[in-house]
């Protein structure tokens, strides 16, 4: 019989409702990871033990769900708090595919649902129903789809999925050619020193060097699947973003 572990890897790659079959081998709720990683199981390997989230067996039904959702797949109840060790995939969360290139007019539709189902009103009916987890749950959905809105933030979250990658504002050191670039496009605000046309110009410009970015972004994510190719673009990405914050407050 496969240890309450190797259950949870293989289930990653069973759809849900294939799941549900393999519940019997759930480990009890609560259980912890001692209890639960037999020594002698042949089919657990370290790098797949480490995937272990006891957080995400259902303290009902005890369902394996493979992310985070404020309700549980199987039998429909509010889950309890997501601890922050708990794994949160805002994709699979509003129901959209890993893409940086996303139609977001089915996350906002997904958005608004669970939205819904949150709300204290909706809930007020619901035996057992916790306001204040709700509430939470809330917060995490409205996470998701800013997140999925921002073309940055969406590149950044499907580097951590797919590569583990964290991309940090404040301590990415970015690239000489980076730097050189970011210069002169500050160099170029700081001499247009407010006129209204020569700051259209580069805020044009910019925009133009964003979508660019985006469409190198498509290709790296969703075709090419080069991660650390889209370190890079996230990083220079990010120093764009930052120049049209400052040409959006530089005054006219």
Same mark, same amino acid.
């Given at each position: 019989?496969?240890?309450?572990?190797?259950?949870?890897?293989?289930?990653?790659?069973?759809?849900?409702?294939?799941?549900?079959?393999?519940?019997?081998?759930?480990?009890?709720?609560?259980?912890?990871?001692?209890?639960?990683?037999?020594?002698?199981?042949?089919?657990?390997?370290?790098?797949?033990?480490?995937?272990?989230?006891?957080?995400?067996?259902?303290?009902?039904?005890?369902?394996?769900?493979?992310?985070?959702?404020?309700?549980?797949?199987?039998?429909?109840?509010?889950?309890?708090?997501?601890?922050?060790?708990?794994?949160?995939?805002?994709?699979?969360?509003?129901?959209?595919?890993?893409?940086?290139?996303?139609?977001?007019?089915?996350?906002?539709?997904?958005?608004?649902?669970?939205?819904?189902?949150?709300?204290?009103?909706?809930?007020?009916?619901?035996?057992?129903?916790?306001?204040?987890?709700?509430?939470?749950?809330?917060?995490?959905?409205?996470?998701?789809?800013?997140?999925?809105?921002?073309?940055?933030?969406?590149?950044?979250?499907?580097?951590?999925?797919?590569?583990?990658?964290?991309?940090?504002?404040?301590?990415?050191?970015?690239?000489?050619?980076?730097?050189? $670039?970011?210069?002169?496009?500050?160099?170029?605000?700081?001499?247009?020193?407010?006129?209204?046309?020569?700051?259209?110009?580069?805020?044009?410009?910019?925009?133009?060097?964003?979508?660019?970015? $985006?469409?190198?972004?498509?290709?790296?994510?969703?075709?090419?699947?080069?991660?650390?190719?889209?370190?890079?673009?996230?990083?220079?990405?990010?120093?764009?973003?930052?120049?049209?914050?400052?040409?959006?407050?530089?005054?006219?």
């Amino acid at each position: 019989m496969l240890c309450h572990h190797h259950y949870r890897c293989v289930t990653r790659a069973i759809p849900p409702f294939a799941r549900l079959r393999y519940r019997a081998f759930a480990a009890p709720s609560g259980a912890s990871k001692s209890q639960t990683i037999p020594e002698n199981c042949p089919a657990c390997s370290p790098s797949k033990v480490k995937d272990y989230t006891p957080c995400l067996d259902c303290p009902k039904c005890h369902f394996v769900n493979t992310t985070f959702s404020p309700f549980c797949p199987s039998c429909d109840s509010l889950q309890p708090p997501k601890p922050s060790a708990c794994p949160v995939d805002y994709f699979s969360l509003l129901n959209q595919p890993h893409k940086f290139n996303l139609d977001t007019t089915v996350a906002e539709q997904s958005y608004r649902k669970w939205q819904t189902r949150l709300h204290p009103d909706k809930l007020a009916s619901v035996e057992g129903a916790d306001t204040t987890t709700a509430a939470a749950h809330s917060a995490l959905v409205n996470d998701a789809i800013n997140v999925l809105r921002s073309p940055l933030k969406r590149a950044v979250h499907l580097l951590e999925l797919h590569a583990g990658i964290k991309v940090d504002a404040d301590e990415e050191k970015p690239e000489p050619s980076v730097l050189v $670039e970011m210069f002169q496009y500050n160099e170029e605000i700081d001499d247009a020193d407010g006129d209204e046309e020569e700051l259209a110009r580069i805020t044009q410009e910019n925009d133009e060097r964003l979508k660019a970015c $985006e469409a190198r972004l498509v290709t790296l994510c969703d075709e090419a699947h080069d991660w650390n190719a889209v370190k890079k673009e996230v990083n220079r990405m990010k120093f764009l973003v930052r120049i049209n914050e400052r040409l959006r407050d530089t005054p006219i």
